[in-house]
């Protein structure tokens, strides 16, 4: 079983930074694409920023220029940058990964959440 744990997130001020990070651990074959969701109250889950095992990234309109997601392949660590936040970034936000439990078998894995909360 592999374990996505998350960390960084907290309260700041609109126009601060926070930078999270989640680590893979556990036994399986590889990891493809990493990424972070986030829900904020009474809203669906959506993709915040994504990432490839060959750094190619994917954001949200809403968070481009602000965020920066990247990732440490010998870590199994993919990270996000949080800068400008604004109180429209609050949400719990959960980072996500493809993983290969072997060379052709993968399966999806969701951290537990970490929620971030901008105050205006």
């Known amino acids: 079983q592999v374990q996505l744990v998350e960390s960084g997130g907290g309260l700041v001020q609109a126009g601060g930074s926070l930078r999270l990070s989640c680590a893979a651990s556990?036994?399986?074959?590889?990891?493809?694409?990493m990424g972070w969701y986030r829900q904020a109250p009474g809203k669906q889950r959506e993709l915040v920023a994504s990432?490839?095992?060959?750094?190619?990234?994917n954001y949200a309109d809403s968070v481009k220029s602000r965020f920066t997601i990247s990732r440490d392949n010998a870590k199994n660590t993919v990270y996000l940058q949080m800068n400008s936040l604004e109180p429209e970034d609050t949400a719990v936000y959960y980072c996500?990964?493809?993983?290969?439990?072997?060379?052709?078998?993968?399966?999806?894995?969701w951290g537990q959440g970490t929620q971030v909360t901008v105050s205006s």
């Open positions: 990432i490839t095992s060959a750094g190619i990234t």
């Open positions: 996500n990964a493809q993983i290969y439990y072997t060379r052709t078998y993968s399966r999806n894995g």
């Open positions: 556990g036994s399986f074959f590889s990891i493809n694409a």
